[in-house]
C-alpha cells in the first residue's frame, strides 16, 4: 500500500503560479514511477504529467508542457508540480498518482495509488 496526499492547491490569477506536492508513505518510493493527473467540471479526468522512479525522465500533456515542471524528491518520498503561467482551463481537482507497472504511463488505469486531489481554480 501506499498512501498519497497532495497539498498546495488553492485560488490563483491567470498568470499566476502554484506548487503543488504530493506526499507519500507505505512502500518504497523509488519504486514508483508518479504522475499527475486532472479532473475539471464536467470533463474525464486527463493526463497531465509523469517521472520515472528515478527522476531522470519526465513527460507531460501536451496543453501543459512548457509551463508545468515535474520533480520528486526519493529522499523526502515526494513528487511535485510546479505551475506557471496558469490559465483559467487549468482550473481542476489535481491528483498524484504512483505507478509500479510501467516505467511511465499517461493512461491512469496503469496507476496503482491516487491522492484525495487538490483543488486549482484559475480566474481570469
Known amino acids: 500500500q501506499v498512501q498519497l496526499v497532495e497539498s498546495g492547491g488553492g485560488l490563483v490569477q491567470a498568470g499566476g503560479s502554484l506548487r503543488l506536492s504530493c506526499a507519500a508513505s507505505g512502500r518504497t518510493f523509488s519504486n514508483y514511477a508518479m504522475g499527475w493527473f486532472r479532473q475539471a467540471p464536467g470533463k474525464e479526468r486527463e493526463f497531465v504529467a509523469a517521472?520515472?522512479?528515478?527522476?531522470?525522465?519526465?513527460y507531460y500533456a501536451y496543453s501543459v508542457k512548457g509551463r508545468f515542471t515535474i520533480s520528486r524528491d526519493n529522499a523526502k518520498n515526494t513528487v511535485d508540480l510546479q505551475m506557471n503561467s496558469l490559465k483559467p482551463e487549468d482550473t481542476a481537482v489535481y491528483y498524484c498518482?504512483?505507478?509500479?507497472?510501467?516505467?511511465?504511463?499517461?493512461?491512469?488505469?496503469?496507476?496503482?495509488?491516487w491522492g484525495q486531489g487538490t483543488q486549482v481554480t484559475v480566474t481570469s
Open positions: 498518482a504512483a505507478n509500479s507497472r510501467t516505467y511511465y504511463s499517461a493512461d491512469e488505469r496503469t496507476y496503482d495509488y
Open positions: 517521472i520515472t522512479w528515478s527522476g531522470s525522465n519526465t
